[in-house]
């Protein structure tokens, strides 16, 4: 049985949190938004550690009524877009990368040439046997992320929130390995590991691999598509930097549940639910950031002046400028929502037992967990199926032009264990159990026949020689 371990408190810059008390910040007047997420009157973490050249100022930005009226509530306001000229535009407090907008930005010509560069240097890693990741296709998934990650950050200084792939939901040994090749491919980029966060559904398997990232690797993490309090809770356990609430979906289920809809979204029970996960983080004095995305209208963002932070798309930022935005931030004590929160105690949520996720869950939480993320899961697979599309037309573009002087390499990685990174203070080697030695031999039979026949096709499917994916399950937790 593996144990979830609290994760111990780091010296390492973090993102700091809201104050423990549910009541509203009483900071200076002059800078009611401190130190949650770094603006652009602030020093960012790309500027303080990265040896790229950041662009401080891209254009004159419009006052952003919605991003005023929620610093003095002390929440951050991202958008989820690869829209540069938008990051420049909009004063937001970091960048997001997500599975969705990343297959809708391959559309567009400025956005496709990240993934053109991302084929050509994976190609350029596999000659010369330096590729980690376990296939080509992925190879060039994790080079693209990182290419497209780099500008993001320079055009919205603060944390830039990634993602692993989500088709790794169920085995936490992939989501470690995705997740630190990652962060290692930032750092050599000049980006350092603490501006990163890396997104991670919410399952008992992302769990355990938040708390291992987060303890062992030095790995910020968010844990999203989360829909429950005592989801939450188990998330907020693990030691994640972020816990990241579908505050659509969830709305979504509470009106098909009690089929009524509500006109006053201050009475909503999905609303009362989130402010009650809010309050309970606070009461007991978790440093997880809670986080709002995937909201259905702008009217839903009111109440929620509780959260730490919020996701909103493009749009949303344009429509709500110019526009008044009272929020609610206290939660009264009076309220149903704290007191929902006051009824339950700390610890008594998900130990990270494996196989033990969904038994501490109520019947209605699994409910909502269905619809909040398998639902979303499920999407989200048919999304990253379209981004593989599109990478292996690239790569069969580019490698066909090859073909005359390229020679695949039989130099690769003979170690298949991941390890936090070179700069980490332990690696996990040692936890994650492999069965590289016992299968390289027939490995390496499979890759011959594999490329031959990929030549004689006219199809392309690049793998390292020498490497499987883990088996089995994560030690040390």
Not at 49 to 65: D, F, I
Not at 106 to 131: E, F, Q, R, T
Not at 200 to 217: D, F, M, Q, V
Not at 298 to 303: A, I, M, N, Q
């Amino acid at each position: 049985m593996t144990q979830l371990h609290e994760t111990a408190p780091s010296n390492r810059p973090a993102f700091s949190s809201r104050p423990a008390s549910p009541e509203p910040s009483t900071s200076s007047a002059q800078d009611p938004f401190p130190s949650l997420f770094p603006t652009r009157n602030a020093v960012s973490y790309a500027s303080k550690s990265s040896k790229r050249t950041v662009l401080a100022n891209p254009r004159t930005k419009t006052p952003s009524t919605l991003r005023n009226y929620f610093r003095k509530a002390n929440t951050a306001v991202m958008t989820e877009t690869v829209d540069l000229e938008s990051l420049s535009y909009h004063d937001l407090d970091g960048s997001i990368l997500s599975p969705t907008h990343l297959l809708d930005a391959l559309n567009s010509p400025n956005i496709y040439y990240h993934l053109w560069v991302a084929v050509k240097m994976s190609l350029d890693d596999h000659d010369k046997g330096k590729m980690k990741a376990p296939s080509m296709n992925a190879a060039v998934l994790e080079r693209l992320i990182v290419e497209l990650g780099k500008p993001m950050i320079d055009r919205a200084p603060g944390p830039h929130i990634t993602f692993v792939d989500p088709r790794f939901h169920g085995n936490a040994n992939r989501i470690l390995r995705n997740a630190i090749r990652l962060i290692d491919m930032f750092e050599e980029s000049g980006v350092n590991r603490d501006s990163i966060v890396v997104t991670i559904p919410a399952t008992e398997e992302g769990i355990l691999a938040s708390n291992y990232l987060e303890r062992k690797c030095q790995i910020l993490t968010n844990l999203n598509l989360v829909g429950t309090l005592a989801h939450a809770a188990a998330c907020a356990q693990s030691g994640a930097n972020l816990v990241s609430i579908a505050v659509g979906p969830l709305l979504d289920w509470y009106e098909r549940k009690r089929k009524a809809e509500y006109q006053d979204i201050k009475t909503h029970p999905g609303i009362e639910h989130i402010q009650a996960t809010a309050v309970y983080f606070k009461l007991h004095k978790h440093s997880t950031r809670l986080v709002g995305t995937n909201f259905r209208t702008l009217k839903e963002l009111g109440p929620l002046g509780c959260l730490d932070a919020i996701v909103i798309s493009k749009d949303s930022v344009e429509q709500s400028n110019g526009r008044p935005f009272p929020l609610v931030q206290s939660i009264p004590k009076t309220s149903p929502a704290y007191a929902h929160a006051e009824g339950i105690p700390k610890g008594t949520a998900f130990q990270g037992k494996k196989s033990e996720f969904i038994s501490f869950l109520s019947n209605s939480d699994r409910s909502a967990l269905a619809e909040t993320m398998h639902v979303t899961l499920g999407r989200l697979k048919v999304k990253m199926q379209e981004i593989d599309k599109m990478i292996q037309k690239e790569l069969s573009k580019q490698y066909t032009l090859r073909i005359p002087e390229n020679k695949l390499s039989d130099n690769s990685s003979k170690d298949g264990s991941p390890q936090c990174s070179r700069s980490s203070v332990e690696s996990p080697e040692k936890n994650l159990h492999t069965s590289e030695n016992e299968t390289e031999t027939a490995d390496k039979t499979k890759d011959t026949e594999k490329e031959d026949k990929a030549k004689e096709d006219g199809k392309l499917n690049l793998e390292p020689k020498g490497r499987q994916e883990p088996v089995g399950g994560v030690d040390g937790f």
